[in-house]
Structure formats: structure tokens, C-alpha cells
């Protein structure tokens, strides 16, 4: 096409733009009318939309395949696809669609966890250029600059050739979580009734449990986007209801489907441990506490009437079971062990794993130095007198082991620790997404 046909049609977009921003009549009559055809055609089109998820969903038993990342691994990756999102500035459904894409591409294609951030990347790289305006999707450099450079400006484009050949070329088709929210909201397909409660507010919380329900592996690999958004909005009605009117109507009264109760009682399980992400406490709390918000404080509140806490008396510590490699493989679900500084719901007090005793390395967070590493006794071995050799070599090893590491410079482009985020990440100014003309 030659460049006078793409100048004229760039004028032509141009002016239409211009007219329809000098009359704002004419977009409120557009967008009515867009809400009308889509009430008309809610049923079929929400049909539609579950035949889609049907056949776009990510298989749990191929990602606990992959040899190097897992199930912690994709909660930072999902962490930091997070960060890279709230400072571009996208819009909501870009996200959901950006973890959809980095899931179903690893339930088929073996990931090396030095090029999971790169997939990442790639991901949301794809779901902007599908759902964002266009000058709205951020660029190469924009791209490198959010990974520190860790990546060529080849790369990014390999990855993406390489995520659409694996997606069959449609990694897009999936509906994100928000399409579900405004046809449930805006249409009342459900018998749900929001009678005094502003839709904007229930959109918001609704889309907060479905971004929340993400980080979740069982609910993002074996239960669909729609079944999440319906279970959002019943909790997020009822907890609004029992904020305004003081009414506590229990959710399973509403949803007579087992799988549905059995989502919804995920999804307050995920907001009883309180264990919400870095980049999700910062993006709906900056450095205030969970009550600041009141549309979370509101969820939490309809949590603790649903399951009010145990008393400390009567709960004992969980006794976590060891490890056993003859009989688990790499596909087997093992619960992992909690992580250094695991705060316990029920008690208060931390556990600290035996992983702990590890000299600490460049990585490190500076709350774990070797002064505050507790110091864990090496079990005797009852060695016979013709192994001397090899106690003593057994001996020399763990001395070896147990030496603390020299420590070495950190860069500032290092890569962060999740759990302890810095709150620089956010305060500094939205990442540029222009290309240098």
C-alpha cells in the first residue's frame, strides 16, 4: 500500500476522532446503544464465549511436567507481569489475558526458567497489541527497560513468533475474566440482586477476587474464567450487601452448582491467608493497610462471618511431613514446604524454614545475613571403624557447606526479591510506552 493511501487514511481516523471529541452527546449515544445490542444478545453471546474457554484452557498435568519452573515460579512471574502492567497503564482485560497466554503457552511448550520472564513479557506484549489502543502498547525499549536489559531486542521477537506458532496462531481467543463481570453485571443473567449498590463497585471487587484468583493454580488450570467471574460477583454482592444493608445472606443459598460453592470457597481461602502478592497489595493498597480499602475491607469482613477465626487455645502447629523421593516424581503433587518467614494464619508466629542454614548469596534479602541464620546442629553418624576416610571427607563437605559466603556488590538492575518488593517500583513515573519516531 503506498504511503499518500496510509497518510489519507491516518487523516481520515484523525478527524473522525476530532469530531467525536468536540461532541460528547454523540459517544454517550454510541455507547448506549452498544449496551442495548449487547443486552439483546447476552445469552447468545455469553454461550459464545463459553464454547471459547472450553477450548482454550491451560492443562495443569503438562505445566507440573516442566522440568525447571513450577508453581512458585509462576506466582513471581504472575507477581511481575503485574508490576510491568500497573506502570504501563493497560487496561484490565490485557492482564487476565497476558496470564492466559503464559499459561496455556507453558501447558504445551517446555519453558527453561531463564526465559520465563521472557515469555512474560512476550505475553503481555501480545494481549496490549490485542486489546490496547495503539499508542498504548509499549514498545521494545520499554519492554527491555522493565527487565533490566536482560533481554535483546531479538529475542523479544523471537519469543513472540514462537508463542504464536505454538498457540495456533489465536493466543488471544480466550475471554478474560472482565468480559464475564460486565455480561453478569450489566445484563443480571444471574439471579443475583444489586437493588442499592453502585456497579462500579462491584465491578471493582470482582475483578480484584478474579486478578487474585489468578495467582491460584488450582482455580487458574481447573476451573474456567466464567465459573471464577460468577463466583466474584456473588461474593462481591453479598459482601456489599452486608456492608450497606447489614444483611448476611450466605453464598451458597445462591449457587446450587457444587463446583460454584467449591470456587467461591477457594477464592475466600485465598483472602483468609492474607497472603495477597506484593504487586496486588500495591497496586489496591500502596503502603496503607488492608483496611484502607473498603471495597477489600469489605470482602474481608463478609470472610470473617462466613469462617470466624479460631481461638489460639484450641489450635495446635501443623506438623509438616518430610520429603520422601522414593515416593514422589516429577509430575507428583507434593505440597511444598512454607517459605523462609511463613507467617501463620491461625497463630501468629512465623516459621522459618530449615532452608534457612543455606549461606546466603548476592540474592539474598538483607533481613536473612548470616548473622540472624540460626545456627541447626549436623546430626551424628554412626560411622564403623573401617569408614574413617569418609567421615572425614563427610566432615570436610559439610564444613564446606556451612561456610558463609563472601558477600558481593549488588547492582542496582539486580533482580528483586517479590516478597520484599521495594516501594520505589510503583512511586517512580509510568513507564514510557512512545517509540522514537
Known amino acids: 500500500m503506498p504511503e499518500s493511501t496510509l497518510a489519507e487514511m491516518a487523516a481520515v481516523r484523525l478527524s473522525v476522532w476530532n469530531s467525536r471529541a468536540a461532541h460528547p452527546r454523540v459517544v454517550q449515544m454510541e455507547l448506549l446503544a452498544h449496551q442495548l445490542a449487547c443486552q439483546d444478545y447476552s445469552v447468545d453471546i455469553l454461550r459464545h464465549l463459553i464454547d471459547i474457554e472450553q477450548a482454550s484452557r491451560p492443562c495443569l498435568a503438562s505445566f507440573q511436567a516442566q522440568p525447571e519452573i513450577n508453581v512458585h515460579m509462576r506466582t513471581l512471574i504472575f507477581d511481575f507481569a503485574m508490576c510491568c502492567h500497573t506502570r504501563l497503564g493497560l487496561s484490565t482485560s490485557t492482564l487476565y489475558l497476558c496470564f492466559s497466554v503464559i499459561d496455556r503457552y507453558c501447558s504445551r511448550i517446555v519453558v527453561k526458567s531463564s526465559t520465563y520472564q521472557l515469555v512474560a513479557l512476550c505475553g503481555l506484549w501480545l494481549a496490549s497489541k490485542y486489546i490496547d489502543r495503539k499508542p498504548r502498547v509499549p514498545s521494545l525499549r520499554a519492554l527491555q527497560n522493565l527487565c533490566c536489559n536482560q533481554y535483546s531486542r531479538s529475542q523479544f521477537q523471537d519469543m513472540e513468533l514462537h508463542i504464536l506458532k505454538a498457540l495456533n496462531w489465536s493466543p488471544c ?98 483472602l483468609r491467608s492474607r497472603n495477597f502478592p506484593s504487586s496486588f497489595k500495591l497496586k489496591y493498597l500502596g503502603q496503607n493497610k488492608l483496611e484502607s480499602n473498603p471495597i477489600l475491607r469489605s470482602l474481608l469482613e463478609y470472610e470473617l462471618m462466613i469462617a470466624p477465626p479460631i481461638p489460639m487455645q484450641a489450635v495446635k502447629k501443623p506438623a509438616y511431613a518430610s520429603f520422601s523421593p522414593s515416593k514422589t516424581g516429577p509430575c507428583a503433587n507434593v505440597s511444598p514446604a512454607p517459605s523462609v518467614g511463613f507467617q501463620d494464619s491461625f497463630t501468629g508466629n512465623s516459621f522459618r524454614s530449615p532452608r534457612m542454614v543455606a549461606p546466603p548469596t548476592p540474592c539474598t534479602p538483607s533481613n536473612l545475613s548470616s548473622g540472624s541464620v540460626p545456627k541447626v546442629k549436623t546430626p551424628s553418624l554412626n560411622l564403623s571403624p573401617g569408614t574413617s576416610n569418609s567421615g572425614k571427607h563427610y566432615e570436610v563437605s559439610q564444613a564446606k557447606a556451612a561456610a558463609v559466603r563472601p558477600t558481593m556488590f549488588r547492582r542496582n538492575d539486580s533482580k528483586r526479591n517479590s516478597d520484599i518488593m521495594e516501594p520505589d517500583f510503583f512511586d517512580m513515573a509510568t513507564a514510557s510506552n512512545k517509540r522514537a519516531r
Open 173 to 270: 481467543n480466550a475471554p478474560p475474566h472482565d468480559v464475564f463481570v460486565d455480561i453478569l453485571l450489566k445484563n443480571k443473567i444471574s439471579s443475583l440482586s444489586y437493588k442499592g449498590l453502585h456497579l462500579n463497585d462491584l465491578k471493582y471487587g470482582s475483578c480484584m477476587l478474579c486478578e487474585l484468583a489468578c495467582f491460584e493454580h488450582v482455580l487458574a488450570f481447573d476451573y474456567n474464567a466464567s465459573a471464577v467471574a460468577l463466583a466474584a460477583v456473588t461474593l462481591t454482592t453479598h459482601a456489599l450487601r452486608l456492608s450497606v444493608d447489614g444483611q448476611f445472606v450466605h453464598y451458597s443459598s445462591m449457587l446450587k452448582d457444587a463446583n460454584l460453592q467449591r470456587v467461591c470457597d477457594l477464592v475466600l481461602r485465598k
